[in-house]
């Protein structure tokens, strides 16, 4: 991210990406108001000031919720390890990737205790994720590294999600997963006020060779016209046998929310919960065309909160 900042600082539009790189790079971030850093950030990543006063677009909604809907749920809802027990009291433990192991630093990791093939993640970040197949061949220094890289992301501080800015570092194990294909694929539906609008499924992902697709449908699998950030896929993307059962357990779990994106995977029948994403891509989305942009926030109705 930073390379891509710099990148900018030499383009005729330098001024504002000069400013963003002061906010986000220095520790004059951790002084800003949420509001005055968004409108920083939202004007250099989307290239147009943020309207919160009156916001239409999806990403527009998204800034305004992150700033004046702070219910003190969320921060349990988006905590890797604690999100477990709340969806497992509203849909049931059998849709819950089985917990291996959970520690309160990197240095605790109880190496010998896991098996083979599993998974570690930190429970605050989306990016310290390490993913084992074969623990003969696993790296640990290069995974112990990646870990407390994570460990030390402010979250909260460069994307200004508040539900993260209260939730405690740790790394938790998981049991390894993988459909029959060798893959692992999650369907990632969006809600709004409890009711499933569209799913978001990415391909691709593990090639190296090829850029990532994205391709996005409404609820009844007719794909959307419209690239989010990636192209879409070449081959057809095939409906989960699961759709229908995944689109049920959203709806349970966004229930008198104005926005939460619930995410899932359907390993060969079974359905099993993945997490739940308040600012989809931290409300910076891209929308090629743009109108889908405003067509994904018609579906958010901003709830009647006090906005000094």
């Known amino acids: 991210m930073a390379n891509y900042v710099i990148q900018h600082l030499t383009s005729k539009d330098a001024l504002p990406w000069l400013l963003y790189y002061i906010v986000d790079y220095t520790p004059l971030r951790r002084w800003l108001s949420d509001k005055v850093y ?85 429970t605050h970040d989306s990016g310290g994720l390490v993913v084992c197949r074969d623990k003969s061949k696993l790296d640990k220094k290069a995974a112990i590294k990646k870990l407390k890289a994570s460990f030390k992301v402010e979250f909260y501080y460069s994307t200004r999600e508040w539900p993260y800015k209260n939730v405690k570092p740790r790394v938790i194990a998981e049991k390894y997963m993988e459909d029959s294909s060798g893959e692992l694929t999650d369907y990632k539906y969006f809600c709004f006020d409890g009711e499933p609008k569209a799913i978001f499924i990415a391909s691709d992902r593990l090639d190296p060779t090829v850029d990532t697709k994205f391709d996005f449908f409404d609820m009844d699998f007719n794909h959307l016209d419209f690239r989010g950030g990636h192209p879409n896929a070449i081959k057809p993307v095939l409906k989960p046998a699961g759709f229908e059962h995944m689109k049920d357990l959203a709806r349970k779990l966004s229930q008198g929310i104005p926005h939460v994106r619930v995410d899932f995977y359907d ?33 958010i109705k901003l709830p009647n909160l006090k906005t000094k």
């Open 267 to 299: 390993i060969d029948g079974h359905v099993y919960f993945g997490e739940l994403t308040f600012f989809h891509w931290g409300g910076m989305a891209p929308f090629d065309p743009e109108e889908w942009n405003y067509k994904f926030g018609e579906w």
């Open 38 to 122: 968004l409108k920083i950030q939202y004007r250099c990543l989307c290239g147009k000031p943020l309207n919160l006063k009156n916001p239409q677009s999806f990403n527009e909604k998204l800034q305004w919720l992150k700033i004046y809907n702070r219910n003190p749920e969320y921060s349990k809802m988006v905590d890797k390890y604690e999100a477990k027990k709340y969806v497992a009291s509203i849909i049931g433990e059998k849709y819950i990737i089985p917990t291996l192991g959970v520690w309160d630093s990197v240095d605790d990791i109880d190496w010998d205790s896991l098996p083979n093939q599993f998974v570690l993640k930190c």
